[in-house]
């Protein structure tokens, strides 16, 4: 995970996951219209695992 998604991940939670699939980015859209800190939450969980 690159400093750059990190950041991006803070900035805007959606555009972080873009290349993880679109049930990432509506999960992320989702609860990052829910609330700022679970978008937040959820990209960097959705972008630290290993399996994707």
Do not use: E, Q
């Not at 990190?6 to 290349?19: G, H, K, T």
């Not at 509506?26 to 290993?50: E, H, K, Q, R, S």
């Amino acid at each position: 995970m690159s400093i750059w998604r990190v950041i991006l991940s803070v900035l805007f939670p959606p555009l972080a996951v873009y290349d993880k699939g679109c049930g990432s980015i509506l999960i992320v859209l989702i609860l990052t219209l829910l609330g700022w800190v679970p978008g937040v939450i959820a990209a960097l969980i959705i972008l630290n695992n290993p399996r994707s």
